[in-house]
T-cell receptor, first 110, second 114 residues
């Protein structure tokens, strides 16, 4: 079946530095790629998404880039803050379903 | 996501018992989903429904059942056939269509086995 690989599984960065999380997908027909943030014990929350007709999208300190040829997309968080600590999930649409990455635990060191 | 509610917040199941988790949405979304999340793990799809009176199995449907009699409601029953049901259960909804749509999640139900 289709799959999404996400790396790294854990990412530790100094407060104020940037963080990058990368995902690759297998279904060349995928045209929608959301990113979710899940804080401990809470529901996943959509933080940004991108469609296949766009190469990059920004929202304040968060940006997502998409390379359709290579079938990979990345989440970039700049000027990281303590409240960015969470698990981040990428996903890709395939046959009406979201195929999820395994998640990245982002740790912000003070 | 404030338009999706799940109840109860915590649920305790005894051996051999069926339990039903509630999911309601007032977002006028056509599609609804059930996911299971084990501690420290990702999301696994149990069932999904694109339209009323229709639903499909996800990756881990065994031991679970659903119904979709109303657009707003998508209850999940955890049957006695599910031998390891302890997990965090998340319901989500999205608009339907051939293009991808964002899924919005309810607050979740934690199921524990007594």
């Amino acid at each position: 079946g289709e799959n999404v690989e996400q790396h790294p599984s854990t990412l530790s960065v100094q407060e104020g530095d940037s963080a990058v999380i990368k995902c690759t997908y297998s279904d060349s027909a995928s045209n929608y790629f959301p990113w979710y943030k899940q804080e401990l014990g809470k529901r996943p929350q959509l933080i940004i998404d991108i469609r296949s007709n766009v190469g990059e999208k920004k929202d304040q300190r968060i940006a997502v880039t998409l390379n359709k040829t290579a079938k990979h997309f990345s989440l970039h968080i700049t000027e990281t803050q303590p409240e960015d600590s969470a698990v981040y999930f990428c996903a890709a649409i395939s046959n009406y379903q979201l195929i999820w990455g395994a998640g990245t635990k982002l740790i912000i060191k003070p | 996501d404030g338009g999706i509610t799940q109840s109860p917040k915590y649920l305790f199941r005894k051996e051999g018992q069926n339990v039903t988790l509630s999911c309601e949405q007032n977002l006028n979304h056509d599609a609804m989903y059930w996911y299971r999340q084990d501690p420290g793990q990702g999301l696994r799809l149990i069932y999904y429904s694109q339209i009323v009176n229709d639903f499909q199995k996800g990756d881990i449907a065994e031991g679970y059942s659903v119904s979709r009699e109303k657009k707003e409601s998508f209850p999940l029953t955890v049957t006695s056939a599910q031998k390891n049901p302890t997990a965090f259960y998340l319901c989500a909804s999205s608009g339907a269509g051939t293009s991808g749509r964002a899924q919005y999640f309810g607050p979740g139900t934690r199921l524990l086995v007594l």
